[in-house]
């Protein structure tokens, strides 16, 4: 596996917020974790970026502990995170945003090539890529942070619901780009709200209430299930 984490708990300050999290992702995989609002998804997923230290329980990258390294180190190993609300810089042009995701020395090597790469995925930020990144639409700015992350030469993409506040319309292009993201050779592991896109796409999925994975599986196997049934579509 590329990714394994056993028996993860992670907290702020006193306050648990994930309890005993074991999931795995292989390289190729896209694998979503679901779960409603306040489950811990976000904090799961910055704690597998490394900006969230864990109280208990292991993480391995590629065979490498990284339980105690830093959130630089993180990056370092391959792990990039797409964060919730994008985080851009308003101000900066497009093409400045995407450069922060090579500051690390090895990446930055690789700058024209990483930028050929993202747009290429991207034409429109081509386009764009002197305008302050705020005067983009949602979804372009979504773009913006998603090649920032690229920009790093990750081996695994986290995404933390890419999706939200995205007009319904390009909803579905969002989920493509993931797609084409993985087939572009990273593993990826997305947090999200909107189930059924997340499952559509996803390998395998895991579900997450109330800080802790109530149900694993293959979609399908999933939306067999009742509870999810029940929970989720309202069926
Ligand atoms: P959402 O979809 O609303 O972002 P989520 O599944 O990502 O929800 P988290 O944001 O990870 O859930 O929140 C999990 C729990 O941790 C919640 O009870 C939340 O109140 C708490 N929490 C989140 N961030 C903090 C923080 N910075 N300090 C204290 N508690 C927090």
Redesign the pocket.
């Known amino acids: 596996m590329l990714l394994e984490t056993r028996h993860l708990h992670i907290?702020?300050?006193d306050?648990p917020?994930?309890w005993d999290a074991t999931l795995d992702v292989d390289a190729g995989e896209i694998v979503s974790v679901i779960?409603?609002?306040?489950?811990?998804?976000?904090?799961?997923?910055?704690a597998i970026a490394g900006l969230l230290r864990c109280r208990q329980g292991d993480l391995r990258f590629d065979g490498v502990d990284m339980t105690n390294l830093k959130a630089h180190e993180f990056c370092g190993h391959g792990i990039a995170l797409v964060p919730?609300g994008r985080r851009l810089f308003a101000k900066m042009s497009v093409e400045e945003n995407l450069e922060l995701g090579c500051y690390l020395q090895a990446a930055r090597a690789a700058r024209s090539d990483s930028l050929e790469r993202v747009y290429a995925l991207f034409p429109v930020l081509r386009q764009k890529r002197l305008q302050p990144a705020g005067e983009l639409s949602g979804g372009q700015q979504q773009m913006v942070a998603i090649g920032r992350a690229l920009m790093a030469r990750p081996r695994i993409v986290l995404f933390?619901?890419p999706s939200?506040g995205l007009a319904p319309a390009i909803v579905d292009d969002m989920f493509d780009i993931i797609v084409r993201v993985r087939d572009d050779g990273a593993a990826v592991l997305l947090?999200e709200?909107n189930v059924l896109k997340a499952l559509g796409i996803a390998d395998r999925a895991y579900v997450?209430e109330q800080?802790r994975i109530v149900a694993q599986g293959v979609p399908n196997e999933l939306l067999d299930q009742p509870h999810i049934r029940e929970a989720y579509l309202g069926v």
Not at 35 to 46: D, F, R, S, V
Request: charged content about 15%; hydrophobic content about 35%.
């Open positions: 907290g702020y300050g306050a917020a994930v779960g409603p609002n306040g489950a811990g998804k976000t904090t799961l997923i910055n919730e933390d619901e939200l947090v709200q997450l800080g």
